[in-house]
């Protein structure tokens, strides 16, 4: 038996939130009792929304409904020097972390803790800098996420952190085959895509949380011809685990 709670963490990008939702949905279906928060930001929830910061809330309505998103407002810089309550509730479209005694103390009464831990401006394809994802330490499961609707796309439109995801794939194809990398990007493939979700989260994350599983999931394959490049992508680099995933709603 898994302790409880179990841990899931979603990085990248392209679809960690309505993934996040749906394992939410399924778990509940279970009768599983559910926590979702993130640890840096993610859209206002809709509805089961606890956004008072205190641990207690939290655990009360875990307690009556089975399933809680804890976060805090934020704030738009906009907003900030318009402080009325009319600005704020039209302008707060994001929260944030709740704080470490809501994961821990309100983390406890569920039995599956899920956790958006990245932030990808809602782009399909990202390189995350040096300070994230912002992972806690405890996780059992994380999910690195990448968005297939990138492919072919132009990076500068496409890609979080292109100056980053640039040379990571630089100094990754001069390895792999010198000159592989173009001195211009214009246009993302797949070998690029799989390169930057091995460079840049499974790679590091396998070494920095050694009891975790770090599982690559392929999102928006929506085409019989996008699962078999997200299938191949899997193959290239020998990977035993991962996942391959449609558009999720």
């Known amino acids: 038996m898994p302790k409880k709670p179990f841990r899931i963490a979603a990085v990248g990008s392209g679809g960690k939130t309505t993934l996040l939702y749906t394992l939410a949905r399924e778990a509940r279906e279970r009768g599983l009792s559910v926590l979702l928060l993130p640890t840096t930001h993610m859209q206002l929830p809709e509805k089961d929304g606890v956004l008072t910061g205190r641990a207690e809330d939290v655990m009360e309505k875990l307690k009556k409904d089975g399933f809680a998103v804890a976060g805090v407002p934020v704030v738009s810089p906009k907003t900030a020097h318009e402080p009325s309550a009319h600005a704020l509730s039209s302008e707060i479209k994001k929260?944030?972390?709740?704080?470490?005694?809501?994961?821990?103390?309100?983390?406890?009464?569920?039995?599956?803790?899920?956790?958006?831990?990245?932030?990808?401006?809602?782009?399909?394809?990202?390189?995350?800098?040096?300070?994230?994802?912002?992972?806690?330490?405890?996780?059992?499961?994380?999910?690195?996420?990448?968005?297939?609707?990138?492919?072919?796309?132009?990076?500068?439109?496409?890609?979080?952190?292109?100056?980053?995801?640039?040379?990571?794939?630089?100094?990754?194809?001069?390895?792999?085959?010198?000159?592989?990398?173009?001195?211009?990007?214009?246009?993302?493939t797949a070998r690029d895509m799989a390169l930057l979700q091995k460079s840049g989260y499974l790679t590091p994350l396998r070494s920095r949380f050694p009891s975790a599983r770090v599982i690559p999931v392929w999102n928006q394959a929506d085409t019989e011809e996008l699962r078999q490049t997200a299938l191949s992508m899997l193959e290239f680099f020998s990977e035993k685990d991962g996942l391959i995933t449609c558009t999720l709603s």
């Open 95 to 188: 929260i944030g972390f709740p704080g470490l005694e809501t994961y821990e103390k309100a983390g406890a009464f569920a039995d599956l803790v899920l956790v958006e831990a990245d932030g990808s401006r809602r782009l399909p394809l990202k390189y995350p800098n040096e300070t994230e994802p912002v992972i806690p330490e405890d996780i059992d499961l994380i999910l690195s996420v990448t968005g297939l609707s990138a492919l072919g796309k132009d990076p500068a439109k496409f890609c979080h952190r292109k100056e980053l995801a640039m040379e990571a794939l630089a100094k990754v194809s001069s390895r792999l085959s010198p000159l592989s990398f173009p001195q211009g990007w214009h246009t993302i």
